[in-house]
Structures are given as C-alpha cells and as structure tokens.
C-alpha cells in the first residue's frame, strides 16, 4: 500500500487477460499479497454491445460494466442492477480523455497524445485511480492504483472501461505479433525454397 501525494492510501492490483479463452477474461489480483481477488468477463454477445461482468471466487457477481453501441458511454451496475457509475468518453479528442459521474461528483482524467496511462482526480481533488497499461505484453495487462475515494472494485472496473474504450484490450506486443507473425512465415518459406532449390 502506498501513500499519495495528497496523504491518502493508495491500493495496487493487477489485472491480466487470460490468453486460452473463447471470450475476453480478465483476473484481477491485490498486488501486495498476490492474491486473486476478482474475475471479469466479457459476455459472449459483446460483439453488439459491449458488457463485462465482475465476480469474486466463488462465481457472485459484485458489478457490471454496461456500454453503448458505440462504446462511447459506459454504465457500472451494482450486483442488482442499481446505477453505481457513468463513463463518458468524447466522440472527438486530440488526446484520449474521459469523464467518470460518481456519487456526487465528475472525475476526470486526461492523457498525452500517446497516452498509456491515466490519473484520474474528482473535481474536489480527490484522487480516484491510475491506470498504468503495460506495452510490451503478450497478453493484456495493466496496473491499478486505487485511492481512497473510489471502492476498489469501482475503480477496478473502471480502468477495465477505459482499457476496452482506448485500448480495445489488446497489449503492443500482442499487435505486434500479430502483424509480424505473416512476415516470418512469408520469409521461412522463401528461406526454404531458397535452399531446395540450391541443393544438388
């Protein structure tokens, strides 16, 4: 546990995609034990509108995250369905930022043009959560620092929005293997030929 700037608590979990799995899962861990404390999953019609369901061990769902078609408004639900948080993004930025309405006031954050990372503050100062996105990754993750203002859950999911909203939740080195992997087959090959047809 650490302590920010402005003299509160902040708490570090982890969340890593499960890379064998038929639809996006995310296990979520508490940093400074090891331990798993949550699993999210993305449902299996996403593909119309995006939703992604946390749950603890034993299977209980503790909230929802809720988005539109376009992904540019997303809703964290509590277990009964009850309205916890709203996640805006701008259709328009020249760098990625959004908005979070929490309880009784509006967070927000706003990254650099190439933006890996998000601060997010309340407008009473508050400090809610930093998402810190891990590049070079086969599979997607990424850390979490949750202050004091925010449940850890809240957060949590949160920073699971703004990953699937900016990020599509893919890592630099998934891409990367992805666009390279066609390449280094193309030239295996010719390498192969190459050398059949130079052998007596």
């Excluded at 639900?77 to 805006?88: R, V």
Aim: net charge positive; glycine share 8%.
């Amino acid at each position: 546990m650490e302590v920010d700037s402005s003299g509160g608590n902040r708490t570090d979990y982890k969340v890593v995609q499960k890379i064998i799995s038929l639809r996006p899962v995310y296990e979520i861990y508490d940093e400074s034990t090891g331990e798993k404390v949550a699993i999210a999953r993305q449902t299996w019609l996403s593909f119309l509108r995006s939703t992604i369901h946390m749950e603890d061990l034993t299977g209980n769902r503790i909230l929802t995250a809720k988005g539109g078609f376009f992904d540019k408004t997303f809703h964290l639900l509590d277990e009964s369905g009850q309205p916890i948080a709203k996640l805006t993004r701008p259709w328009i930025a020249l760098r990625k930022n959004f908005t979070i309405q929490y309880r009784d006031e509006m967070i927000k954050s706003q990254g650099g043009y190439l933006a890996w990372g998000f601060e997010a503050y309340s407008n009473s100062g508050h400090f809610a959560f930093r998402l810190d996105k891990k590049i070079l990754s086969v599979r997607d993750q990424f850390r979490v620092s949750v202050g004091e203002f925010m449940d850890w859950s809240h957060a949590v999911a949160s920073a699971l929005v703004v990953d699937r909203v900016f990020f599509k939740g893919k890592s630099c080195m998934g891409r990367l293997i992805c666009c390279c992997l066609p390449l280094i087959i193309i030239l295996f090959t010719f390498t192969i030929l190459l050398a059949m047809l130079g052998s007596p």
